[in-house]
T-cell receptor
Framework: KAGVTQTPRYLIKTRGQQVTLSCSPI?????VSWYQQTPGQGLQFLFE???????NKGNFPGRFSGRQFSNSRSEMNVSTLELGDSALYLC???????????????FGPGTRLTVT | QQQVKQSPQSLIVQKGGISIINCAYE??????FPWYQQFPGKGPALLIA?????SEKKEGRFTISFNKSAKQFSLHIMDSQPGDSATYFC??????????????FGEGTQLTVNP
């Protein structure tokens, strides 16, 4: 099976702009989660989508949003970019949490966002 | 209560030695504990995972030890190799079917295996 793919891999944006990142999960996986990785804060959960519905959300401002399409592909959007948004944004694909069991999350290579 | 504490922050081991990384958690609702390996410029790769109904799980040179009463779990890398040099993250997860699940990560351990 193909792994998780993320596009673009690298992105440079200016403060105040907005950005959209894309994630294609492993075939058959209906859950897509997004994480932000920075040297200072480590890996932090942004949100999870399952069957086009946001089920879980981390502690990030409303400038961070996402959506999931019927084919399970997901996009993440950040509006009004700030310098502190520079990070590696990671997408993880999973079967989800079913019957009381959390299934494995597989990460993509990430999108490196630099805000200048 | 959602935190996962990981130690040490960095670890240097000689080739052939045993690398041990420890994690501790507070939230007793956590029910899934994976370990991830990350190389520079790459996303985290799932290494091995354990659920709290077992105390140990071994896959090749990698072993997770789990102590539910102490709320601690650790990763042991036997016969460490220079190719194991990477950053290792422990994580924990809980959730419900209606609200999904999220991974809470430890701070990471930078492992260097000297040849």
């Amino acid at each position: 099976k193909a792994g998780v793919t993320q596009t673009p891999r690298y992105l440079i944006k200016t403060r105040g702009q907005q950005v959209t990142l894309s994630c294609s999960p492993i075939s058959g996986h209906r859950s897509v989660s997004w994480y932000q990785q920075t040297p200072g804060q480590g890996l932090q959960f942004l949100f999870e989508y399952f069957s086009e519905t946001q089920r879980n959300k981390g502690n990030f401002p409303g400038r961070f949003s996402g959506r999931q399409f019927s084919n399970s592909r997901s996009e993440m959007n950040v509006s009004t970019l700030e310098l502190g948004d520079s990070a590696l944004y990671l997408c993880a694909s999973s079967l989800g949490r079913l019957a009381g069991v959390s299934y494995e999350q597989y990460f993509g290579p990430g999108t490196r966002l630099t805000v200048t | 209560q959602q935190q996962v504490k990981q130690s040490p922050q960095s670890l240097i081991v000689q080739k052939g030695g045993i690398s041990i990384i420890n994690c501790a958690y507070e939230n007793t609702a956590f029910d899934y504990f994976p370990w991830y390996q990350q190389f520079p410029g790459k996303g985290p790769a799932l290494l091995i995972a354990i659920r709290p109904d077992v105390s140990e799980k071994k896959e090749g040179r990698f072993t997770i030890s789990f102590n539910k009463s102490a709320k601690q779990f650790s990763l042991h890398i036997m016969d460490s190799q220079p190719g194991d040099s990477a950053t290792y993250f422990c994580a924990a997860s809980t959730g419900k079917e209606t609200s999904g699940s999220r991974l809470t990560f430890g701070e990471g351990t930078q492992l260097t295996v000297n040849p």
